[in-house]
């Protein structure tokens, strides 16, 4: 397992080179108007750093662009799914086109 103080430092790149589509949902998000709703972006969870994360609600939201369709890339993507879900946490993905605009 990789250690808490690399996985900060990989989360922290993360937040520094954003999408475009990651830059507008966390825009949303952090101005969220429901208690307990506050979210985190490109946050660590155990062995994963996850793209947007409500800790009050244990909720999970990815946002997945076409490297993400990969025969491995899904592989992976499902372990991490069911690695977060039996750890309690609730995930919501978003297929984003590389065409679209915002």
């Not at 990789?2 to 589509?21: D, F, G, Q, W, Y």
Request: proline content about 5%; aromatic content about 10%; hydrophobic content about 35%.
């Amino acid at each position: 397992m990789v250690s808490t103080s690399i996985r900060r430092a990989a989360a922290k790149k993360l937040r520094a080179n954003t999408t475009p589509h990651e830059r507008t949902l966390w825009r949303a998000l952090k101005e969220f108007p429901v208690t307990g709703s506050h979210f985190r972006r490109q946050a660590p969870i155990g062995p994963y750093i996850v793209d947007f994360f409500c800790p009050a609600r244990h909720l999970v939201i990815e946002l997945d662009g076409g490297h993400h369709n990969e025969d491995e890339a899904i592989k992976r993507d499902q372990r991490r799914q069911l690695w977060l879900e039996n750890e309690g946490y609730r995930v919501i993905r978003f297929w984003i086109r590389r065409s679209m605009e915002i």
